[in-house]
């Protein structure tokens, strides 16, 4: 049961009464941390309607990326229940689930991650536009050993290129039908599942919708999969690299805007350079590239992200991550792949918050199109086969090479600040830099491996 839109719902009661109908007694109050983790609180049926006004009530600084004090007015977190995004969760029998909005002292809270989102797509609505997105999750099914480290869950899954394989395909039915299934019950149309080009590796596509619609059903996505993956014994993980030697997983955006006629902005059939983008098209596509090391902070945003963005061999040939900062026609080595007039931006894992990711290229893609800025050439080569000065002499900048880098690129970028708001700016980079600053002190295993009894 979707309880989308339909004026007859904008009531509490009445939802009450639906929920109840479907057999629901317990909802939960969901809210997305600054690092793209579900939280919330279970709320029994009866006092749904806390859930709206004032909202679920948490401690404001034991969520991460809040920077709320301990004490006083400022330090309760509301989530308050955005009634159109009610779902019954067909794989947790009795539940419901809200997408919340942070309040905080009865005012939008300027560091939540759907309010970020929510005054980005405000900008593209004053212009009449709707940024519509397909994010495509890629993901591993592991198994924990006992020693804590994971390795893929189906020991028969080993071909060096493992792609599209059947058999690694279909041994998984029992996860990926059941994921399939309580999607679907959702309203999520997924329209294909494949096997993708690392052992225990996946992919699950379901239609595109609306930005903040599109953050609301990756969580779900995520949610469903996270419980499913576990009730069958095995771990869903979407960390970006989770084994040196093969691909990681993106989560690319598919991106294109709507006009209020339902046109599709990006497109124009007449393009000279024959990729069918319209100027604004082209606009929006420079401010991505333009803003791209700022941009890698928000949509890459883990130690482990960078491990994924690198060039070279794996078992299977090729990573098929970007690393480079261009674009091209159907061309999967750069960082925009353009194809049907929309945009892939490759860039994003799935460590990435989604409505932080999602708003940051709203607004990197603004700033092109405000500015008018241009993106040069498109790149018709393979960009993996050529060497970094010819690359280089081309035009091709490269993305930050680990977090740190990142976060810097993100704190110079003065118009990506200030349009996700330069105190949510301030703590994402704080709480980003201390990631990378503990990880940075950690000695690895590869540093004893080699440096032990070498001087
Ligand atoms: N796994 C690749 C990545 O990390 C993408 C593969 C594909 O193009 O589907 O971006
Ligand atoms: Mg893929």
Request: glycine content about 10%; some cysteine; charged content about 20%.
């Amino acid at each position: 049961m979707t309880m989308a839109n339909g004026a007859e719902l904008n009531s509490v009661e009445m939802l009450k009464a639906r929920l109840r109908e479907a057999g629901v007694r317990y909802v939960f109050a969901q809210f997305t941390d600054i690092q793209g983790v579900a939280k919330g609180k279970t709320i029994p049926l009866a006092h749904l309607e806390d859930v709206f006004l004032p909202g679920a009530g948490f401690s404001g600084p034991s969520i991460w990326g809040t920077g709320l004090p301990r004490h006083g007015l400022r330090s309760e977190y509301y989530g308050r229940g955005d009634i159109t995004t009610a779902q019954v969760l067909p794989w947790l029998p009795g539940h419901a689930r809200i997408v919340c909005d942070g309040y905080v002292g009865g005012e939008p809270f300027d560091l939540c991650p759907r309010q970020i989102l929510r005054r980005q797509v405000e900008r593209l609505a004053a212009r009449g536009w709707t940024l519509n997105a397909g994010l495509e999750p890629e993901f591993f099914l592991l198994q924990r050993n006992a020693d804590g480290s994971v390795r893929p869950a189906d020991a028969h899954d080993h071909l060096e290129k493992p792609s599209y394989d059947y058999k690694s395909l279909t041994r998984q039915q029992a996860f990926l039908g059941a994921l399939t299934d309580a999607l679907q019950a959702c309203g999520l149309d997924v329209f294909q599942i494949d096997h993708e080009d690392a052992s225990g590796q996946y992919e699950l596509n379901y239609h595109y919708s609306d930005a903040l619609t599109a953050a609301d059903r990756f969580m779900l996505f995520k949610m469903a999969a996270h419980s499913i993956a576990e009730s069958l014994g095995m771990v869903f993980s979407m960390m970006p690299k989770p084994f040196a030697n093969m691909p990681g997983s993106g989560l690319h955006f598919h991106l294109s805007i709507a006009d209020e006629a339902g046109g599709a902005v990006f497109t124009d059939r007449s393009d000279a350079q024959g990729l069918g983008l319209s100027r604004t098209g082209y606009h929006f596509l420079a401010g991505l590239l333009h803003h791209a090391p700022a941009l890698a902070a928000l949509c890459a945003p883990t130690v482990n992200s960078y491990k994924r963005l690198v060039v070279g061999e794996s078992l299977s040939g090729t990573t098929w991550a970007p690393a480079h900062i261009g674009y091209g026609d159907n061309n999967r080595t750069m960082l925009v792949r353009v194809a049907h007039s929309r945009l892939e931006w490759r860039l994003p894992d799935a460590s990435a918050n989604p409505y932080l990711a999602l708003a940051a290229v709203i607004a990197a893609g603004l700033d092109g199109v405000a500015r008018a800025l241009e993106p040069g050439a498109p790149f018709g080569d393979d960009a993996y086969e050529l060497p970094l000065s010819v690359l280089r002499e081309r035009g091709l900048g490269q993305l930050p090479g680990n977090l740190g880098d990142a976060v810097s690129a993100l704190e110079a970028d003065t118009v990506l600040g200030e349009a996700l708001g330069s105190a949510f700016t301030a703590e994402f980079c704080r709480f980003k830099r201390m990631e990378w600053i503990e990880y940075s002190r950690a000695v690895h295993s590869w540093e004893t491996e080699r440096y032990a009894d070498r001087f």
